[in-house]
């Protein structure tokens, strides 16, 4: 058997470990929102549950990062996937006993998040162990659709489950995926030859040495920035969505409105995941951004929910394309040996975009955008003459406005000299000429 095939059908297994923990992370994030916004009407009390999912993981990614780097990383992979259940069992709990409370969700949210954190760097940076560098963008393609399950399957599956079924149900299913997810990990891990050698040189200096490694790599750096800033206007339409559909229909019409939008995502993750992305990854990037972007915005133009669908649609067709390409230009540049502790300060400094969405989302939906365009609002006889008024109308000109400023910066980071130069081929270049000077 060739070594390279015996390595991909190791990744393989794994990923679809994570897949199935992909689907019960989406059935669970769906059914607690819903669960949150049909008690309290609040788009900020929606939003919570996504902060509260994202902050602790964010908070220890670049901790978890270098441990990725210094320790087995399947080992870090089984741990963070079994600590996820904690969380979800906690609430499962708390509701059986009958007295569930916002903090209780929030709570056990962050808990399974904590777990996420040890999980993610050491995920990321597996990959690099079991696939070749020709087979990097097929891999990262697979990711990608391992990753859009929890939005195409997830919200239909958790749509129906939560509309004739009790929530627990959602919550015990989730906790069968993560058990799955350790089973394959540990199934390859059966497998191997040798344990990864551990590095136990001292850790802050370890983590302080990928910060200087960031930022030695200028490309990598203005890319990580830019990227930040998509991730905010990301993190609204992600905190968002539900509660602007909600305005207009029921919970399961919105799983078949996530479910169908993500089917886009679906699409393109198989056409990477087989084909590869053999073109110029900037201006992939690039491109790919800015339709996102514009389909972005059109979601938000139309009060119907067909014409979200749509664009929706439309929008999940770019992700993959736009992900796929930071991944391989990121990790063509990186060291493998550096591939954790890098992957943890890149997702730590691009996802601070998230964080800032997630905690005000809310407010900017309740408290700014949709009083202005209620009946009597200050913008119902100007703006909402073309977007429509009323309950989520708001949420709408959020949409079109963060669009724009999105297609904005994918035509930015096209522009970018130091972006450019992290093109597969020109950092080819540059190493040859480092070697040969």
Sequence with gaps: MNIRDAAFRKFL??????????????????????????KTQSAMDYSLIILFNFLPSFLMLPFTGVLADRFDRKKMMILGDAGSIVGILFILFVMMSGNVEL?????????????T?????????????LVSEEL????????????????????????FLVSYFDIKLVLILDILTFVIAVAAVLVITKREAAPRKQDNGNFFRDLADSFRYLLSRKGILWLVVLTSMVCFYIGLLQSLFGPMVLAL???RTLGIALSLSATGMLVSSLLIGVFGLKQNKVFILSL???????FYALMGLFPAVTMIIVFGFLFFITLPFVNTSL????????????????????????????????GSAGFLSDHVFNPLLLPDGALSQT?????????????????VLSGLFVALLGLMIGRVKKIKALEPEAAGEARAADVSG
């Excluded at 903090?103 to 777990?115: M, P, Q």
């Excluded at 954190?117 to 162990?129: F, H, L, N």
């Design 13 to 38: 297994i794994v990923w679809a470990g994570q897949l199935f923990s992909a689907i019960g992370s989406g059935l669970t994030a769906f059914a607690l929102g819903v669960f949150v916004f049909q």
């Design 103 to 115: 903090w209780h969700i929030y709570l056990g949210v962050a808990l399974s998040s904590v777990s």
């Design 249 to 251: 229909a029921d919970s």
């Design 383 to 399: 703006v909402g003459q073309f977007i429509g008024t009323g309950q989520g109308r708001g949420i709408g000109l959020l949409f």
């Design 136 to 159: 990097y963008s097929q891999a990262s393609g697979l990711i990608q659709l391992a990753g859009s399950a929890q939005y195409l399957i997830s919200p239909m599956i958790a749509g």
């Design 288 to 294: 790919f951004l800015a339709l996102a972007g514009l």
């Design 117 to 129: 954190a040890i999980q993610t760097p050491a995920y990321k940076a597996a990959v690099s162990d």
């Design 327 to 358: 991944e391989v230009l990121i990790r063509t540049n990186v060291d493998n040996e550096n591939q954790g502790r890098v992957w943890s300060m890149v997702y730590a400094i691009s996802q601070v975009g998230f964080i800032l969405a997630f």
